[in-house]
């Protein structure tokens, strides 16, 4: 079975650029979460979605961050205009709504290595 | 207080110790627990849930006090390949539909031959 897959796996870009992070769940996976990793902060939680419906965007830093889900297949993370301290490791990850609590395991993608000069 | 805080080590232990961790977190309502891997420039892999009875799979053995708001990883018998960051994950929320995760910032682990 074809994992969670992201696009691209590196990007460096000038700040002030658009960029977009690309993300493909699991087939079948109703629950997509967008995480962003550095050394300072560890593994944070941007945004996760249910269905395709933002349920909680809390961690997303600011405006210039959006994220979308067309369909269940598929998802982007925006940042708009980019700033060198955006520079991280972003995964996404989805996992499956079994009805237990609360108790299902968030399968990652590979991430994608953001470097803004 | 930091929602789940790790010792991030590291850890440097001979092939064939015994080596354990502790988690601690802030949310006495916290419902779901897991200990998840992580290798160098990887992502985070799910290594293993944490039941409130003690669960141990193969040489990992893994245990919560609810009381204390402590998860403990234990790993016996250490091989070279068990090196990586062990991040401690909760789900602080209770209410049904609750997927969110909290990551602890990880301890990291380095079996020496």
């Known amino acids: 079975d074809a994992g969670v897959i992201q696009s691209p796996r590196h990007e460096v870009t000038e700040m002030g650029q658009e960029v977009t992070l690309r993300c493909k769940p699991i087939?079948?996976?109703?629950?997509l979460f967008w995480y962003r990793q550095t050394m300072m902060r560890g593994l944070e939680l941007l945004i996760y979605f249910n269905n395709n419906v933002p349920i909680d965007d809390s961690g997303m830093p600011e405006d210039r961050f959006s994220a979308k889900m067309p369909n269940a297949s598929f998802s982007t993370l925006k940042i708009q205009p980019s700033e060198p301290r955006d520079s991280a490791v972003y995964f996404c990850?989805?996992?499956?709504?079994?009805?237990?609590?609360?108790?299902?395991?968030?399968?990652f993608g590979d991430g994608t290595r953001l470097s803004i000069l | 207080r930091k929602e789940v805080e790790q010792d991030p080590g590291p850890f440097n232990v001979p092939e064939g110790a015994t080596v354990a961790f502790n988690c601690t977190y802030s949310?006495?309502?916290?419902?779901?627990f897991f200990w998840y891997r992580q290798d160098c420039r990887k992502e985070p892999k799910l290594l293993m849930s944490v039941y409130s009875s003690g669960n141990e799979d193969g040489r990992f053995t893994a245990q919560l006090n609810r009381a204390s708001q402590y998860i403990s990883l234990l790993i016996r018998d250490s091989k070279l390949s068990d090196s990586a960051t062990y991040l401690c994950?909760?789900?602080?929320?209770?209410?049904?539909?609750?997927?969110?995760?909290?990551f602890g910032k990880g301890t990291k682990l380095s079996v020496i031959p």
């Open positions: 949310n006495s309502a916290s419902q779901s």
């Open positions: 990850a989805s996992s499956i709504d079994t009805g237990t609590l609360g108790n299902q395991p968030q399968h």
């Open positions: 087939s079948g996976h109703d629950y």
């Open positions: 994950v909760v789900n602080p929320y209770s209410g049904a539909g609750s997927y969110q995760l909290t």
